[in-house]
Structure formats: structure tokens, C-alpha cells
């Protein structure tokens, strides 16, 4: 299976061969004892080290479930009439599908597949960048690329990536990639990085967004056993990373449950102050909420604070 795709999940190898992840777990480690594969975080890739990357075609068959998951709380971000870019990804495809029935909507991106997911939707403008077709990912890169966002602002920029960890934040293992990406990121207030479990504690060769410059993530719940990924999650709360959990259950707020129609989800609590933007404004509202609500200000402002946190 590895060989055929490039890299398959751990969950999916223990479907398909009906037996437990404990168990293929520890073939994994014995077909990695001989070289045959290389183990990563959620299941194994063929060899390569940290400059291998898998084509798209293998990567749409890997945490269909997870992105789909990711794809709708991210959605949920975005607000009608506002700019935004969206880097290239299957979890960014998921996304910009959803993204299709934002009014008046404008989204940036160097991906085709992004792209072509919005190219019917009447009511969503869709900008190209420049550059050179890389067809592994179907996207645009290079000194085109780049240089066709010098000069943008928008909202947020939405991410995606190979790997992500709290000591060096996002990573790929593309050099072009990794390059574009960095363009994205300062185009944009507040950047969002999409990433299924699989992904954290990863670290691959390029750094495309230090773990200072994430604002928020959104990602899927981990399985009880995986504590790697609950450690990089914690890890990266504890530098002001906010946290958004598909699949988890929702804490009740004001004696509410979960929104119908949405996703549950888990906005993780955020030890220490955020960090500021140029110009000293706040990044996210976490530390800024709870703060307010400890302070005991009057019943009509912790209403609103409450609504706030709602939404």
C-alpha cells in the first residue's frame, strides 16, 4: 500500500488488513527495521527522510475524514464580503469547497485545485497568482508567484503543510513550496494553519510559518493513545497558539450546547498573554475574553463577552 500510494495512515492499514493499530504499529516498526518504509506521526511514507513529499494523488486518499472535519469548522472563520488568501493543499481544497457559498468573498491563491473548486460559484471572486505550474500540488510557484503578492492585504491567510511542531511551527518539504507560502503569510492579518493530526510533531525541511506567526489552528481530535500529538498541541497553546479541535466535544457556554448545523469544537485555553501586531493590537481574543470575564465587570457585559465566545 505504501508503495502504491506514497504514504498511508496507520488507521487505514488497520482497516484494510482488519486488525488493530497496536498491531500494525509494531509491523510498521519491523518493515522500518528493514528499510522498506519510513515510520511518520499516523503512519508511513516511503524512504526518503525529510525531503520526501508525496504527490497529491496520495495525499487525497489520507485523512479524508480528518479534513473534511477541519474543512468545516475553518469555513466557519470566514465572513461574508471579506479578502482572503488560501495557500494550495487537499485540506485547503476541502476548504475552499465550503468557501463557495460565502457572499461576496475574495480569495487569493496560487492553486489550481483551490481555484477550480470556486470557479462556479457566482457570488466568490477568485485572484491567481503568477508563477510556474508545480504539478506534483498543482500549484503556481516561483519568483512569479511571489512577486503577484507583494504589496496585498487581506484578513487571513489558511495554510496548509507537511508538518507542524511548536518548535518551528509549519514546515514542507518543498523549497518553492515553502518559498510562496512565506508571500502568503505576510499578505495577511492573522494566519490559520489547517493540519490533521497525522501532521503534528512532523518536522520536515523547510520552514514555511514559525509558530510565533500562527494565530490560530484548526485541526482534528487525536486518538487516545497518540500523546505526541496531544503534547505538540499543548506545547503549541503554551506559545499563544489558538486551538480549534473537530470532532471534540464542546463546552457548554451559558448552559449552551453545540450550534446545530456545525461541527463540535474546542477552542483550547491559552496560558500568558497573546502576541501583538504592528501597531500593539491583539491577535486573537483568548487571554483578552477570559480576562475580561475574571475582572467582574456588570451582568450586561459579561453577556456580551459570553456572546463573543459563542461566536
Known amino acids: 500500500m505504501v508503495r502504491a500510494n506514497g504514504a498511508v495512515s496507520l488507521r487505514e492499514l488497520a482497516r484494510v488488513v482488519q486488525t488493530s493499530e497496536v498491531t500494525v504499529r509494531r509491523d510498521v516498526r519491523a518493515l522500518e527495521a528493514e528499510g522498506l518504509l519510513d515510520r511518520r506521526h499516523g503512519g508511513a511514507v516511503l524512504p526518503g527522510g525529510f525531503t520526501r513529499e508525496s504527490g497529491f494523488p496520495q495525499k487525497s486518499h489520507l485523512s479524508t475524514a480528518e479534513k473534511t472535519a477541519i474543512a468545516d469548522l475553518a469555513a466557519g472563520l470566514v465572513g461574508e464580503g471579506e479578502a482572503i488568501v488560501v ?57 512569479g508567484a511571489e512577486q503577484s503578492l507583494q504589496g496585498l492585504r487581506v484578513t487571513r491567510a489558511f495554510l496548509s503543510g507537511s508538518g507542524l511542531t511548536a518548535e518551528r511551527g509549519l ?53 487516545a493513545h497518540d500523546e505526541r500529538a496531544a503534547t505538540e498541541l499543548q506545547a503549541l497553546a503554551d506559545q499563544g497558539v489558538e486551538i480549534t479541535v473537530a470532532g471534540a466535544e ?62
Open 250 to 311: 464542546a463546552e457548554p457556554s451559558g448552559g449552551e450546547g453545540p450550534l446545530p448545523g456545525r461541527q463540535p469544537r474546542r477552542d483550547m485555553p491559552l496560558p500568558g498573554q497573546r502576541r501583538t501586531q504592528p501597531g500593539g493590537g491583539p491577535t486573537g481574543l483568548g487571554p483578552q475574553l477570559r480576562g475580561a470575564a475574571a475582572m467582574g465587570e456588570n451582568p450586561g457585559e459579561r453577556a456580551r463577552v459570553a456572546d463573543l465566545r459563542r461566536r
Open 87 to 143: 495557500g494550495a493543499g487537499t485540506t485547503t481544497q476541502e476548504l475552499a469547497r465550503r468557501l463557495a457559498r460565502v457572499p461576496g468573498l475574495t480569495v487569493v491563491t496560487n492553486s489550481l485545485l483551490v481555484a477550480q473548486a470556486l470557479a462556479h460559484a457566482n457570488r466568490v471572486e477568485v485572484v491567481m497568482t503568477g508563477g510556474t505550474l508545480r504539478g506534483s500540488n498543482y500549484a503556481l510557484v516561483g519568483s
Open 171 to 223: 514546515s514542507t518539504s518543498n523549497m518553492l513550496s515553502a518559498s510562496v507560502d512565506r508571500a502568503l503569510v505576510q499578505a495577511a492579518a492573522e494566519v490559520v494553519v489547517l493540519a490533521d493530526h497525522t501532521k503534528l510533531g512532523s518536522d520536515t525541511m523547510f520552514q514555511t510559518v514559525p509558530t510565533e506567526l500562527i494565530t490560530r489552528l484548526v485541526t482534528d481530535e487525536p486518538p
